[in-house]
Structures are given as structure tokens and as C-alpha cells.
């Protein structure tokens, strides 16, 4: 009885990973489509994968990077407003499990913003040269988080966990913005 069940165990775990490993591909090629609505559901069936299948944690965080830098490499400074399928892949990545904190994530040099990102977990995340205009991360995690050369102009920082980060460099932003924010003696600040 004991060989039988972890025979059963084993196939179901099997079958299980050969699932996940479907919806990844499927998530991934709804990600290029054409329509915002396919693209919306390649998002949400990608951030399911984290609550499903743990394996795949990597893999989806890459992939929904790689998805954002792609969608807003072409946006202009004057584009305040970001689609609502990258909009909806920053909240997936900002709620990402804390299994995958210690990753960094790596969206220097992307176009985000007006991005709303509000209690987002960006812990060591690499958002150097980022356009972050006018975004909101009220009591985001972006502790340890590079933000050198970022643009913080009029974004909101209350709150925000700013301790160990590197905002080297960062330009637009002035005191006050920058005093709602949790620092340390690490905290890198930017010259104002």
C-alpha cells in the first residue's frame, strides 16, 4: 500500500510540474500578443504560477521584467501614464513572494513613470537611471535598492524604506520629498 501511494504521489507530482510548465509557455506566449487583453491574461496567469509552483519563481520574475522593459522602451518623457498591462506586470513583480527578495530586480533604465507602487517589495532592486516621475511608492521596500541616476521627480516617497538604497545621482528630488522616507547611516542620498 505504501509503494502504491508513493507511486500516485509521484505521478501527481509529475503531472503537477508538466501543468505549470504548460501555463508558463502559455503565459509566455500571451505576453507577445498583439491584444492588451491577452497580454493582461499572460500577466495574471504568469503571478498565479508564483502561488502554484514555487519553481517557476525565477523564471516568471524574468519574465515579466523582460515584458516591462520591452512595453516601455518607446514611452516619451512626456507619457505619464503607463499602460495597463505593464501597470498590472509592476504589481505582480512589487507583491513577488519573499522567496524572491533576495533576487534582485533588475528594471534600470526603465520608462515607469506615474507607475503606482504602493507597499511594492523592491528590496534590492536595481532601478538605476529608472524614470520614476511622479510615482507613487508610499511605504514601498526598497531597502538596499539601487536608484542611482533615477528620476524622482514630484514622485511620492512617504513612508518608503530607503535604508541601505544608493540614490546616488538621483535627480529631481528635494528635501521634503526625501523626508517621509526611512533611511540609516547606509542610506546613500542624493545631493540636493
Known amino acids: 500500500m505504501t509503494s502504491l501511494r508513493f507511486e500516485l504521489e509521484h505521478l501527481c507530482e509529475r503531472a503537477s510540474a508538466h ?11 500571451l505576453l507577445a500578443s498583439l491584444q492588451i487583453e491577452e497580454r493582461l491574461a499572460g500577466v495574471a496567469l504568469s503571478s498565479a504560477l508564483w502561488s502554484e509552483d514555487l519553481s517557476f519563481g525565477e523564471a516568471v520574475e524574468e519574465m515579466l521584467s523582460a515584458f516591462v522593459r520591452r512595453r516601455t522602451q518607446n514611452r516619451t518623457l512626456e507619457d505619464l501614464r503607463l499602460p495597463s ?16 527578495q533576495n533576487r534582485p530586480l533588475d528594471l534600470s533604465n526603465v520608462r515607469l513613470a506615474g507607475v503606482e ?6 528590496n534590492g532592486a536595481h532601478l538605476n537611471g529608472a524614470d520614476l516621475r511622479s510615482a507613487l511608492l508610499v511605504n514601498a521596500d526598497l531597502r538596499g535598492a539601487w536608484l542611482r ?13 530607503v535604508r541601505g538604497a544608493d540614490m546616488r545621482g538621483a535627480r529631481g528630488c528635494d528635501a521634503a520629498q526625501l523626508r517621509g522616507a526611512v533611511g540609516d547611516n547606509k542610506t546613500q542620498w542624493p545631493n540636493i
Not at 509592476?90 to 519573499?98: E, I, K, S, T
Not at 507602487?117 to 523592491?122: D, E, I, K, S, V
Not at 533615477?150 to 512617504?158: E, I, R, T
Open 19 to 29: 501543468s505549470a510548465s504548460r501555463r508558463f509557455e502559455h503565459a509566455a506566449h
Open 117 to 122: 507602487w504602493p507597499f511594492a517589495r523592491l
Open 149 to 161: 541616476g533615477a528620476n524622482l521627480q514630484l514622485a511620492n516617497l512617504d513612508g518608503a524604506d
Open 85 to 100: 498591462d505593464v501597470g498590472a506586470a509592476l504589481a505582480a513583480l512589487g507583491r513577488r513572494p519573499v522567496l524572491f
